[in-house]
């Protein structure tokens, strides 16, 4: 919870505010000691997952490998090196070993970014139904908190004082973001939050009147913190996201169809408060931005595609994208704003990844397939507790919110969203009272050599009887 939690405040500054993800990994890190030298710490979790150490080992090879030195024969050789070759050798130094990423430096960065996110879903793998279920509290209960901060950032009197970050979009709510697309996706991810923890409650056959009038606040809440961002892509992932809200509760919905005329009236009462919202000027400046007339995501695509014509097809390595997009800038795309992002995280990623990095996407995503159709056939069997298929639904869209988004924009590269991303991975895989074991792997390795040792005792045991029954038979 302490890690989610500050993920989701701390993680949202990007690379124009790197002190408060310092401030992130510290607390990643304070929180991780005692998870692995205490076994006080680690009593009611389970093993970690082997998918989730396959996961995070396939994530984060590809940044290791890209950083590992290459002799001269090697790296010379290597597509969009020509400039660099020229440099070291005027510098006197032909012979230097180098790595394939173009920015070893922020290749490194991007590595120390991707390792949190991995042990929070190595450590989420481990959880028990009821302890993700706080999880999704915590979630739901930080987005609420976001929206209460970027209420007052919109104020005539707050305005964007009141935000962590120093770079940040501007007349938006952004909450604990810096981005106002990325604040999108995180109330969208709380919203389902909130929405898992509460479905489970209404599966058991009663009205439970005060939990779907919680349900139809949030719904609006956080929707219309989501309209108040300005993220045009976030506004329309509101559609996934009232779809997925609406497979949690069906099951309780099915039950409570003779209730119909209440439900009709709640949504009428519903589509009465989105009417007065659109009334607002506020509103009206927010869906003026739906008439793209100052949309550059073209441009930048242009760019980017000169970019991979020259590093394909081993990728000029993670993290890298900003020189690169910066020195292949046309001379009619230049503006007051510097090209920082593609604005398409699947187009960058085969920038910066190539080839290899296509393989481990596509693995990547050949994986959480197959978790989320296990998790899902799971969920739905007789004897399952009712929180999981909740938990599952709640992943399977968290996943896919920050993978839409992603076509025009780069969620998972903030750290906050990105860690709400890997524990969603992590909620996918079997909770811990579902698999045999229960603590650290050490304590894991140290129960099962106890095991050994005790079933060799129990064969040694079984010899000497097996000897005195013999000798016995012999006498007789």
Avoid at 271 to 292: D, Y
């Amino acid at each position: 919870m302490a890690m989610v939690g500050a993920s989701m405040v701390l993680g949202g500054g990007g690379i124009y505010n790197p002190q408060t993800e310092i401030m992130l990994e510290l607390v990643v890190v304070a929180c991780m000691i005692p998870l692995c030298i205490s076994s006080s710490f680690n009593r009611g979790l389970g093993p970690i997952s082997p998918m989730a150490w396959l996961l995070a080992g396939i994530v984060l090879w590809l940044p290791l490998a890209q950083l590992i030195p290459l002799p001269p024969a090697l790296w010379q050789a290597l597509p969009g090196r020509d400039i660099e070759v020229k440099s070291i050798a005027l510098a006197g130094n032909p012979d230097r070993w180098m790595p394939l990423s173009m920015a070893p430096a922020r290749t490194f960065t991007a590595l120390l970014s991707m390792i949190f996110p991995a042990l929070l879903m190595l450590q989420v793998s481990r959880l028990p139904i009821r302890s993700r279920r706080w999880l999704c509290a915590t979630i739901a209960a930080v987005g609420a908190l976001s929206i209460v901060l970027g209420m007052l950032q919109i104020s005539r009197t707050g305005g964007s004082t009141w935000s962590l970050y120093s770079y940040v979009s501007t007349n938006s709510l952004i909450g604990f973001q810096a981005n106002r697309n990325h604040e999108a996706d995180l109330l969208h991810i709380a919203l389902l939050a909130f929405c898992a923890l509460i479905a489970p409650r209404l599966m058991d056959g009663r009205r439970h009147l005060a939990s779907w009038f919680a349900v139809a606040g949030a719904i609006v809440i956080f929707l219309t913190g989501v309209l108040m961002t300005g993220s045009r892509t976030g506004i329309a992932l509101s559609a996934l996201t009232l779809a997925l809200i609406l497979a949690l509760v069906w099951p309780a919905l099915r039950k409570n169809l003779p209730s119909a005329p209440r439900l009709l009236a709640g949504s009428l009462a519903l589509a009465a408060v989105a009417f007065g919202l659109l009334q607002l000027n506020s509103v009206h400046r927010v869906m003026l931005r739906f008439w793209f007339t100052d949309d550059a995501r073209s441009d930048l695509w242009i760019d980017a595609a000169n970019v991979l014509h020259q590093v394909w097809p081993l990728g000029a390595g993670i993290g890298t994208i900003a020189p690169l997009l910066a020195a292949a800038e046309r001379l009619d795309a230049l503006g007051p704003t510097f090209p920082n992002r593609v604005h398409n995280d699947w187009f960058e990623w085969m920038i910066e990844a190539g080839v290899p990095g296509i393989a481990v996407l596509v693995l990547v995503l050949l994986i959480l397939a197959i978790l989320a159709y296990r998790a899902f056939r799971l969920s739905a069997a007789p004897d399952s507790a009712p929180a999981r298929r909740s938990q599952t639904i709640f992943a399977i869209g968290a996943l896919l919110i920050v993978a839409l988004h992603s076509i025009v924009d780069y969620p998972l590269r903030s750290m906050a969203l990105a860690m709400l991303a890997s524990m969603a991975a992590g909620f996918l895989m079997m909770p811990a009272r579902s698999r045999p074991g229960g603590g650290s792997m050490m304590l894991w390795i140290k129960t099962e050599c106890g095991n050994i040792a005790s079933c060799a005792g129990n064969f040694d045991r079984l010899s000497d009887a097996r000897g005195t029954i013999l000798r016995e038979r012999k006498s007789q």
